[in-house]
Structure formats: C-alpha cells, structure tokens
C-alpha cells in the first residue's frame, strides 16, 4: 500500500502535530506501507533555537514533497496566520502535481510505455491529511478519480479555533475586557469551527478522531468509515533506553531537580496553551508553608522559556537540549502537567508521559483514556488553578500512590499507544475506506 501523509505545517519541528505525523508515518512504514510525505517547505529554521531539535528520525528513509518555499508560512507557531491562506494554496498546487504525476505514470503503464526511461511517480492508494488545514486542501486540489481521503482528525475546530484568536490581531473581539463581550466573541468563532468540522466529515473518505470527543464529532456527521485510534509513540524502553535510572539521575543533576519529586511542564509556551493556570496554581502553592518547595518545571526547547519563567513564582524554566533529554526529564518526574481543556485534541506530551510510566495531572479523563486514581489525577476544569494544586500538593506527600499511578500509567500506554498495534488499525480502517469507495462509486447515478 503507497500512502501519502499531507500536513499543513512546517516540517520537521519539535512540537506534537509534527510529533503525530512524524510517528504515524514511521510506523506505518514499520508495518510494511510505502509513506511519502507533503508538507510546507521547511520546519528548519536556522536562526531559530528549535532547529536542531528535529529527531533525524523526522526524515530518514522518507521520500519528502514540499510546497513552493515563497508559498510557505515563516512562523513556526501553531493554529491560524494570515500567512496560512497562501501556505495553503501552495500545498494544494504542490498536491495537484503529485497526483497529475500519478495520473500520467498509470497512463503510461496502461500503454505499455517502456521508452520511458525517467523514474516511476507516486502512485497513491490513499491520502492521509493531517489536521484541518490539510483536509480542505486536499478536498480542493482534487477531482475524480481521485485516491481516497483519509482525515487525521488532530483537534475539534469547534473547540480550538477561539483559543487560537491570541495569535490573530482580533483582541478587540475576542480578547476585551467585558467578559460577556469575550464570551460572545469566543461562542461566534468556534460556531465557525463548527461548521468547518462538519464541512470536512461529510466530504472526506474515512478519518481518524484521536479522542472521544473527536470520534463523536465524526460518527455524527461522517458518511464513510472511521475509527478512534490514539496517536502512536515509540517505546522509550526500547528507543532511547531512558529507564536507566543513573541517566535520569545526571540529567536531574545537571538541572539541579531532586530524582522524582519535581511536577513537570514540557509543552511549548504559546499562548493557546493556558499557561496562566500553571501560572496560577504555582502561586497558590508558593503562599502555602506546607507546599512552598514544591518544584514545579517548565522544560522547553526554547531558551525563551527563562525570561517567561523568571517572573513567576514557584515555576523554574530548564532548558533541554534533545529529544531524549526532555523523554529523560518526563521519566524523573512525579507527574507531568497536562493543562489543555479544550476538547478533540490528545496532546502529545501526555502520550510521551504515559510511555515514560510517568502519571499525568490532567483536566479530561474519558476524553484520552485516563482513569483518575489509576493512571492519573483528573483535576476540576470548574476552577482549575485550584484544582490542580490541590492535585500537586497530594501526590507530593503520597509516594504509595505516585507508584501506583506510575504503573497505571505506563499499563495505559502499552494498551493504547503501541506503534504496532496504531499501524495494523489505520491499515485495516484504510482497506475498508477502499471497499466504502468502491460500494459507493458503484451505486447508480454515483
């Protein structure tokens, strides 16, 4: 089966929808798929802290299709530019070469043309597209006959597009000081991601939801088949050997962090995160006699982070220097620090915890697969600074139950997280995504 993964983002980049694509494509590769991969021009960005921070794992082996770099947004930053509507026709231009690339190729074939001496173009069985912006443009950039579309659902547009409107220059609209005004603002925007999620789920062939909330969206509104697979993340027990304790107790050390007894932040510092809830409850735990040493971690790629860390009490930034170093820091940890709220995404830094055996303290349970006392915490997104220092200062004092999370946490990743185990359901769901379209385009009038 020759699949081409299609995301609209830059490519490589150390950050969790690149992180999914990035897994995805390798253990579809592992499990015996040809992948080819289309993305902007180029996640490497020399002047930026973040670029030597890309895994070689990112491309090695991989046959990689780019759009136009003058087409490309610059910004590295998640969620919404006003850059990102040519970024996006780039792609889409980029898309229509390679399937007109595969339309003559098989032309050929059928005509037995063997003077033809340039190399064979792609031929795809289906398209996987990464996140919403890809989805629209591979609906756009494509006429039948066409390879199927499948839709890696990475987030609800229903549910992110407001918490992305700090990036956009709307603050008037969304961001004012009239909490009833914000509120308005931030119910008009994600009815808009509403109907984009809609739009897609009736047009695209099959899709993936990576969490419940995702799946229901999908199954609600989808005419083709789907399934609810968690994103794939390779074993650190066998990929990076970050279970060796004297390793993690060295990187601990360099970072002055005692062994097991820091909380740890190791997602980026933009603004749709909700740090200020971090921010919040590391106050509140700073005004407490009994929680005033309680370490709470924000490690990043980016030395940006001690600047942001250096003005809020009870946070220390570290700044790490790989991949295996920030896997490392998660496995010394006592539990890392999930603050995401919004529905439909499943956060990649909770997966890597999940793998490290580390628990998280989170605001969802359901939604990714978490059981509150089993393999995490889940905190009350009624009043959630509170919530989740409450949550540290228990699992601080508590070592029986830090171990039986741990444990729980790590059962969890085997269960749902297992490259292997991701690759065998996508391939099975894209078999019945190809008999759907055939059913389909069999139908009279179709």
């Known amino acids: 089966m020759r699949l081409l993964l299609v995301g609209a983002f830059p490519y490589p980049h150390a950050q969790g929808s690149q992180v999914y694509f990035q897994e ?24 930026s802290p973040l670029s030597a921070i890309a895994p070689s794992r990112a491309l090695d082996g991989f046959r990689v299709h780019r759009s136009a ?11 919404p530019s ?42 795809y069985n289906a398209i996987l597209a990464h996140n919403a912006e890809a989805a629209l443009v591979a609906l756009a950039a494509t006429s039948e006959p066409h390879p199927p579309i499948l839709y890696c659902v990475h987030t609800l547009m ?7 409107a700090k990036h956009l220059p709307l603050k008037g609209f969304s961001s004012s000081s009239s909490a009833e005004k914000r509120s308005l603002g931030d119910r008009v925007i994600d009815r808009s991601g509403r109907v984009i999620d809609r739009f897609i789920a009736r047009r ?10 995702s799946a229901r969206v999908m199954r609600k509104n989808a005419k083709g088949p789907g399934a609810l697979i968690p994103p794939p993340i390779p074993d650190p027990e066998v990929d990076f050997q970050t279970r060796d304790t004297a390793d993690a107790a060295e990187v601990c050390a360099k970072h002055g962090l005692p062994l097991n007894q820091f909380f740890l932040y190791s997602g980026n510092l933009d603004s749709y995160q909700e740090l200020d809830v971090l921010t919040a409850a590391a106050a509140r735990l700073a005004e407490s006699e009994a929680t005033a040493g309680t370490a709470i971690i924000v490690a990043s790629h980016d030395p940006a982070a001690r600047s942001w860390a250096a003005d809020r009490p009870g946070i220390v930034a570290c700044v790490v220097e790989s991949s ?25 830094k909770l997966a890597n915890s999940l793998a490290a055996g580390t628990p998280a303290l989170a605001f969802h349970g359901r939604e990714w697969g978490l059981v509150d006392g089993e393999n995490s915490l889940v905190c009350d997104t009624r009043d959630p600074a509170t919530s989740i220092a409450n949550a540290i200062a228990n699992l601080s004092q508590n070592d029986a139950l830090a171990l039986k999370l741990s444990r729980g946490a790590r059962a969890l990743y085997l269960r749902q997280h297992r490259p292997e185990v ?16 055939k059913q389909i385009g069999s139908l009279p009038g179709v």
């Open 158 to 164: 229903g549910h992110e597009l407001s918490t992305y």
């Open 82 to 123: 006003f850059a990102k509507p040519l970024g996006g026709a780039g792609l889409a231009q980029a898309l229509r070469h390679l399937l007109a690339s595969s339309q003559n190729d098989a032309a050929a074939d059928a005509h037995h043309d063997t003077l033809n001496n340039a190399p064979a173009g792609p031929r």
């Open 69 to 79: 770099s003058w087409t490309s947004p610059r910004s590295l930053r998640s969620g």
């Open 24 to 47: 995805q494509a390798i253990a579809l590769r592992e499990a015996g798929a040809e992948v080819e991969l289309l993305t902007y021009a180029s996640g490497r960005d020399e002047d």
């Open 204 to 213: 695209v062939d099959g899709w993936i939801a990576l969490t419940q909330a």
């Open 324 to 348: 295996q170093e920030m896997q490392t820091l998660l496995h010394a940890a006592r539990a890392s620090l999930v603050l995401r709220q919004a529905l439909g995404g499943f956060p990649i």
């Open 422 to 437: 991701a690759a065998a359901e996508t391939l099975a769901l894209l078999e019945r995504v190809g008999s759907f379209r």
